[in-house]
């Protein structure tokens, strides 16, 4: 078992940033659209000023759905790396992956293919 005893906060910070400002942008564009359906039923031609607001909105929410992930994720790698120092971190169970070329048994001690690819 490996065990996780720190998170780079910059690190973590950024890439919740990133599953935030993902998902504001597949979120928004539905309710954008449920809005503009709901507007339209409503509005009679009217409420120009409305709309601009609302598309205003669909715009800036994402971006700040993906700030706002960014600070999460700066909080929570924080609080993790002080709980981790005084209880443990969590533990990993890794496996190694294969990596793609000639196989173990044919390479010799001194690095050398030892059998034809073909």
């Known amino acids: 078992m490996t065990e996780v005893r720190r ?3 910059l690190s973590l910070a950024k890439m919740v940033g990133m599953i935030y400002l993902a998902l504001g942008l597949i979120f928004f564009l539905f309710f ?3 809005g503009l359906v709901a507007f339209l039923a409503n509005s009679n031609g009217k409420g120009i000023a ?3 607001i609302m598309l205003l909105f ?3 929410m994402p971006v700040m759905y993906g700030i706002m992930g960014f600070i999460a994720g700066a909080f929570i790698a924080q609080v993790y790396n002080v709980l981790a120092s005084r209880v ?3 533990e990993l169970e890794l496996v190694p992956q294969a990596t793609p070329g000639p196989k173990n ?7 050398v293919l030892t ?3 073909l």
Do not use: H, P
């Open 58 to 60: 669909v715009c800036a």
């Open 88 to 90: 443990g971190g969590v």
């Open 115 to 117: 059998k034809s690819l």
């Open 32 to 34: 954008a659209c449920f």
């Open 7 to 9: 998170i780079g906060v």
């Open 50 to 52: 409305e709309a601009a």
């Open 105 to 111: 048994e044919e390479i010799a001690e001194n690095g």
